[in-house]
């Protein structure tokens, strides 16, 4: 008879997933905030706290990766949850702050939408890739695209415009009535930072 493994998958992990799942519960504890801040009477410290939580994703993300070098220990395991951990950090987390500051409207939704897709297609071609580029030159040489979590650059900006009580009504660009729905302009950088991140065209070297 088998004896029980119990907490087996836990015993799998490197140091390095540990700072992958920080990374996850960085975004998710962001995303929860950013819920919060849409029913609170006062919304500007909630968003400003999931506004230092995705930066704060971002670091153990580039320390997961610097430690699992450092011990040499990489594993299948290790890149699924770093690819999980940023779609939640960095793809879910900050078209949840969008949502949040103001951009509400249908068209704004779609753009969101997409650019989570785009961050979910960006990590899945990015796994592919880097399987094979490893196998040819022994490691990833430069990325397909943005990386997924270059979108801190559009939490950073909505960070700002809270802190400047610029969100809801008072957001930046103000909005467009587009046939049935609205339009914030200020959404359509998430549509760029999407194209950007599926882009076949654009390649920036890994250092």
């Not at 960006?122 to 399987?131: C, F, P, Q």
């Not at 997924?148 to 802190?163: G, H, K, M, Q």
């Amino acid at each position: 008879m088998n004896k029980p493994r119990h907490f087996s998958m836990i015993r799998e992990f490197f140091l390095a997933d540990w700072f992958t799942l920080a990374n996850a519960f960085c975004g998710m504890g962001a995303v929860l905030a950013l819920m919060g801040s849409m029913q609170a009477a006062d919304s500007r410290l909630l968003m400003l706290l999931a506004g230092a939580l995705i930066p704060l994703a971002l670091v153990f993300d580039v320390l997961d990766g610097r430690i699992a070098r450092w011990r040499h220990q990489q594993s299948s395991l290790g890149r699924e949850l770093d690819s999980l951990a940023d779609v939640i950090s960095f793809g879910v987390a900050p078209a949840a702050f969008a949502f949040a500051a103001g951009m509400q409207g249908g068209w704004d939704v779609i753009v969101l939408v997409c650019f989570v897709a785009c961050g979910v297609s960006r990590l899945a071609r990015y796994n592919v890739t880097a399987e094979s580029m490893s196998a040819e030159a022994g490691k990833v040489t430069y990325f397909e695209g943005t990386p997924i979590p270059s979108s801190v650059l559009l939490v950073l900006l909505l960070t700002i415009a809270a802190w400047l009580d610029a969100t809801g009504p008072a957001l930046w660009f103000g909005v467009w009535q587009l046939g049935p729905w609205q339009l914030h302009p200020l959404v359509l950088l998430f549509g760029l930072s999407g194209s950007l991140m599926i882009s076949r065209t654009l390649r920036i070297p890994k250092l």
